[in-house]
């Protein structure tokens, strides 16, 4: 399996633009995570999806953020309207079940000007 | 939530020198993983480790959970693993899946 697959690798927009970010996630993973880097808050959870469901969404920072996952092979992160504090890393990671190994993307490096 | 403490912060290696890397954590888990990210920003995993002990090449590590604390070892360390190491553990109020990372140990070893 060629892991984690994340499009684009990086992206700049400008403020107000939506932006749209890609995960493939591993054949046969039933867990799907979307996290965010930032170097002021470190690693962390935005959502999670088991099987297809969003499960946890308690890291969504705010209504301008939306995730889907309409089939086991691909899910998006989308923000409308970005803002320049939306500027992050944003990692996709899959895992077999839950609390089993993940496995995270080459993540997408999000700049929003 | 769950906290997980890294130490040291940094830290600075000759080539070919050892070094250990520790994790505590405020909580029993069942889900613990180590990752380095290299210096392109990937993360990389290196164990899945919530107890005992395992080795892969010149990587090992050392989960106790009972006492609450993971330790990474690098022997015969190498430029190439330079990088940031973060512990990553599995709340357990959230069924373990919400991995809650810690502030990593940024790692140069010089040549």
């Known amino acids: 399996d060629a892991g984690v697959i994340q499009s684009p690798r990086h992206e700049v927009t400008e403020m107000g633009q939506e932006v749209t970010l890609r995960c493939k996630p591993i054949s046969g993973h039933n867990s799907l995570f979307w996290y965010r880097q930032t170097m002021m808050r470190g690693l962390e959870l935005l959502i999670y999806?088991?099987?297809?469901?969003?499960?946890?969404d308690s890291g969504m920072p705010e209504d301008r953020f939306s995730a889907k996952m309409p089939n086991a092979s691909f899910s998006t992160l989308k923000i409308q309207p970005s803002e320049p504090r939306d500027s992050a890393v944003y990692f996709c990671?899959?895992?077999?079940?839950?609390?089993?190994?993940?496995?995270f993307g080459q993540g997408t490096r999000l700049t929003v000007v | 939530g769950i906290q997980v403490e890294q130490s040291p912060p940094d830290l600075i290696l000759q080539e070919g020198a050892n070094s250990t890397l520790r994790c505590n954590f405020s909580?029993?888990?069942?889900?613990l993983q180590w990752f380095h990210q290299n210096p392109w920003g990937q993360l990389i995993n290196l164990f899945y480790i919530p107890s005992g002990t395992k080795q892969n090449g010149r990587l090992s590590a050392t989960t106790v959970a009972t006492e609450r604390y993971s330790l990474l070892y690098i022997s015969s360390s190498q430029t190439t693993d330079s990088g940031v190491y973060f512990c990553a553990v599995g709340d357990p109020r959230s069924n373990d899946y919400k991995l809650s990372f810690g502030a990593g140990t940024t790692v140069t070893v010089r040549a």
């Open positions: 990671a899959s895992s077999f079940t839950a609390s089993t190994e993940a496995f």
């Open positions: 999806f088991n099987n297809n469901v969003p499960i946890d």
């Open positions: 909580d029993s888990v069942n889900n």
